[in-house]
């Protein structure tokens, strides 16, 4: 069985940082891109940040030059480092990847976590 599992969420203050992760793990063959979207109540699901296997970050405007993103390859783990956080931040994060598993091998399927919250209140 195939799991994305995020850690790192948490209650912070507006500037404040948070640094979320997200593993792979179970019959993983190969691993293409991996990322990030988030979910504010009320609102549909936005795209946040996404990193290849190779690097090559990518990111939504509403977080360029606060969010990074990051990738342990050896760890199958894909991290976001969230600096100068604001309330508008506020939302649960989910991890997304592309796997190739040994159950449908050759075929990336995507993937999504059960989602970490992130609350960013004074």
């Known amino acids: 069985q195939v799991q994305l599992v995020e850690s790192g969420g948490g209650l912070v203050q507006p500037g404040g940082s948070l640094r979320l992760s997200c593993a792979a793990s179970?019959?993983?063959?190969?691993?293409?891109?991996m990322g990030w979207f988030r979910q504010a109540p009320g609102k549909q699901r936005e795209f946040v940040a996404r990193?290849?296997?190779?690097?090559?970050?990518n990111y939504a405007d509403s977080v360029k030059d606060r969010f990074t993103t990051s990738r342990d390859n050896a760890k199958n783990t894909v991290y976001l480092q969230m600096n100068s956080l604001k309330p508008e931040d506020t939302a649960v994060y989910y991890c997304?990847?592309?796997?190739?598993?040994?159950?449908?091998?050759?075929?990336?399927?995507?993937?999504w976590g059960q989602g970490t919250q992130v609350t960013v209140s004074a």
């Open positions: 990193i290849r296997s190779g690097g090559f970050p």
């Open positions: 179970g019959s993983i063959s190969s691993i293409g891109a």
């Open positions: 997304n990847a592309d796997l190739q598993t040994s159950r449908v091998p050759g075929v990336f399927q995507n993937y």
